[in-house]
């Protein structure tokens, strides 16, 4: 009899074994390389939304999901990683997330298929996945929930409860070949959509956001070709 078996929840034992270069072919940051108190932008590609520097984060040594250290996305954060040339192919965007259960307010994790760097225009920036954790004292997103809001053209409609006081994978699918995405959860896809309908077939911009969320966190982002080892399945004789 052959069993089919899903592997959730080994990525970090994984992650931690594997060399940076094998994990990720085009972006992977631990947050490790920069000092502790130091501020994002200007290190490891991070850029401000627009350009702006008012939207900083720290890095931090309190919490982490591969030590020491990880990103305190809160406050007025808005921080994006820019790639060009990426218009087909399967694609996984992922962060490790750690909401505490104090948390007030939204922590997003956000794909855009257009981003040109300052989007002055109505074209300029086209969203397709904006995923909304929030405990409490939300601005956008559901109490208690995973929300993937969605993006400029299709909405989302799916949603998860929110794991508190624990890291959790957030990982992103993205097909640019059949212009779909689909969101996992701990391992669990709870939303697919339509990846653009008037934005381009590509993958510019991820962007880590605060809209007025207390201090939560997020560590190991990484944009690659390869499944993330919690999404792979494996054959048993």
Request: net charge negative; hydrophobic share 40%; aromatic share 12%.
């Amino acid at each position: 009899m052959k069993v089919r078996w899903f592997v959730l929840g080994v990525v970090a034992a994984v992650a931690l074994a594997l060399p940076a270069t094998v994990q990720a072919q085009v972006f992977y940051d631990d947050f490790d390389s920069y000092a502790a108190g130091s501020t994002i932008i200007g290190q490891g590609g991070w850029e401000g939304w627009g350009g702006g520097t008012s939207s900083d984060a720290t890095v931090v040594d309190t919490f982490s999901h591969s030590s020491p250290n990880s990103l305190a996305v809160s406050g007025p954060c808005d921080l994006v990683q820019t790639w060009g040339g990426i218009t087909s192919g399967l694609w996984y965007a992922k962060a490790w997330t750690y909401v505490p259960s104090t948390q007030t307010g939204d922590m997003f994790f956000i794909l855009l298929n257009t981003y040109d760097g300052a989007c002055a225009g109505s074209t300029d920036c086209n969203w397709s996945v904006q995923v909304d954790l929030c405990a409490a004292g939300c601005n956008n997103g559901t109490p208690g929930y995973v929300v993937n809001l969605g993006g400029s053209d299709v909405p989302g409609t799916g949603m998860a409860p929110l794991i508190t006081n624990q890291w959790v994978e957030l990982v992103v699918e993205i097909n640019l070949d059949a212009n779909t995405y689909t969101v996992y959860y701990d391992g669990v896809a709870f939303d697919s959509q339509t990846w653009t309908t008037t934005g381009l077939q590509a993958i510019q911009c991820m962007d880590l956001y605060s809209d007025a969320s207390s201090e939560s966190y997020m560590d190991d982002a990484w944009l690659d070709t390869s499944i993330p080892v919690s999404l792979q399945s494996f054959d048993v004789e």
